[in-house]
């Protein structure tokens, strides 16, 4: 089968050209930015890329065209596809045709954690042989690939809320029907695509509705928003997870160290598992309690599941270190929701103490610009000594007004390579520097970085 897909560049959609590819498909796509790294991965894939929408590009007389949620109507492409008869599908509905059918599919769900989780659980998998295929929304330390078709019986799909296509506006999760779910949390997010988090909800609901009976829902046990969706009904047997001490549940964690680099893993109240690992922060002891209830559930057992956690990698742009120069220490982290930027800033702070931490963020989001979380947002970084925003052109609320309110500790930048020399210039020894986007936030990490080289070279 030729199969095209529009939109192709996106995390998401190059995950399904890969498998697409590995499943013995010809491939072709087209995306309006074709650029590093996921035209690279694409083309050593053997994938052929089409800059831009052009209409023409269907004259290659698919079998099937995969349209991304990126595309929309009005856009030339798409409607040259209406028009021509030919057969199209949305993404997720081609991975659960295509992929899925027939495969233990290990779903995780949530408002926060879904990659880091989703690779987590893919590398307990195979660590434990088991041969997975995945698709994540990043790219896991263990396998330097966000996909992989995967000779096992079981497939780990990072099940997101967003939705599917121009022509079906269910969640893309609606559409995995997973042996075992895992919901890690459930908050306001996306208000470009609903009105309220009782939207998100419904759609939460939808998915709970897919998992059969002799299934396995895992959620997060200190979430009430979760619990009122579960309210609405469900059908599976559950087991309830918490890495807080105040809250009832299956599977707890106990803390043997301050940062959560260590930890007891217990089930139903008894020590089950050790985990020992580089990953810090009370949200990532909540993911990994679930990463290892659902694994169990798949047959692994959690002394196993523990082990591999112990020689997990981490996830690209999750707290990843992009360099130190002259003791200053530069990290890169995907947080663009407040709930996120805490738990990230928190964690951090766990693990350095009494240093001084940075924070820089890009509120880039559609529900960040849209000023949504502007109340949140000072708050969420309480944890930070000094805090530097990004105003970006297009920002519709007073970012400055947030900032004064935070005091002499927050400032605002209109310019990215401004505010690369503006950190350069205060940052010392022993800082720890937070950058957060959901974006690339125009190479700032890598120009932070030479600005301090220089400096210090100076």
């Known amino acids: 089968m030729h199969v095209h897909i529009i939109g192709i560049c996106g995390t998401f959609m190059g995950g399904i050209a890969a498998l697409a590819q590995a499943a013995g498909h010809r491939v072709t796509g087209s995306d309006r930015a074709v650029y590093p790294p996921m035209s690279t991965q694409l083309a050593a894939l053997g994938v052929d890329l089409i800059e831009g929408y052009d209409p023409a590009q269907l ?39 295509h992929i899925l059918q027939g495969r233990w599919t290990l779903a995780v769900a949530g408002t926060h954690g879904k990659t880091t989780t989703s690779s987590m659980l893919a590398w307990i998998l195979e660590h434990a042989g088991l041969d997975p295929g995945f698709l994540v929304g990043g790219v896991p330390g263990n396998f330097e690939h966000s996909a992989r078709l995967g000779s096992g019986r079981h497939f780990v799909v990072e099940a997101d809320e967003y939705d599917t296509a121009f022509f079906d506006k269910r969640a893309k999760f609606v559409h995995y029907r997973p042996r075992t779910a895992i919901l890690n949390n459930l908050e306001y997010d996306h208000a470009d695509i609903y009105d309220d988090v009782a939207a998100i909800q419904r759609q939460f609901h939808l998915l709970l509705r897919t998992v059969p009976g002799g299934g396995r829902v895992i959620a997060n046990a200190a979430d009430p928003r979760l619990d009122e969706a579960l309210a609405m009904g469900c059908w599976t047997p559950r087991e309830g997870f918490s890495a807080r001490p105040d809250v009832a549940a299956d ?40 990463a290892i209830a659902a694994a169990r559930h798949a047959g692994v057992q959690p002394d196993a599941a523990a082990a591999a956690l112990g020689e997990f990698r981490g996830v690209k742009r999750r707290m990843e270190v992009r360099g130190s120069v002259a003791g200053i220490t530069v990290y ?50 309480d944890a930070a000594d000094r805090v530097w925003f990004y105003r970006p052109a297009d920002l519709g609320w007073d970012l ?46 890598e120009r932070l970085l030479a600005a301090l080289r220089g400096r210090h070279a100076a």
Request: hydrophobic share 40%; charged share 20%; net charge negative.
């Open 332 to 381: 890169d982290d995907f947080a663009h929701h407040p709930t996120a930027i805490r738990a990230t800033l928190e964690g951090l702070r766990r693990r350095v103490g009494a240093s001084r931490i940075v924070a820089v963020l890009e509120p880039r989001s559609n529900t960040m610009k849209r000023g949504v979380h502007r109340e949140e947002l000072g708050p969420s970084l």
């Open 59 to 97: 004259d290659l007389g698919p079998d099937m065209v995969v349209v991304g949620n990126v595309m929309s109507r009005g856009n030339p492409l798409v409607e040259r596809l209406l028009d021509s008869g030919l057969p199209y599908t949305s993404g997720p509905q081609w991975l659960a045709e």
């Open 251 to 290: 599977w707890t964690g106990r803390l043997e160290s301050q940062d959560g680099s260590a930890f007891a893993v217990l089930f139903q109240g008894s020590q089950v598992a050790s985990v020992s690992w580089p990953l810090i922060g009370l949200h990532n002891v909540d993911n990994a309690l679930a």
């Open 400 to 445: 400055a007004g947030v900032a004064a309110g935070m005091g002499p500790r927050a400032a605002v930048a209109d310019d990215v390579g401004r505010l690369a020399e503006s950190l350069a210039a205060e940052l010392r020894g022993g800082d720890h520097v937070l950058i957060m986007s959901n974006g690339s936030f125009d190479g700032l990490h």
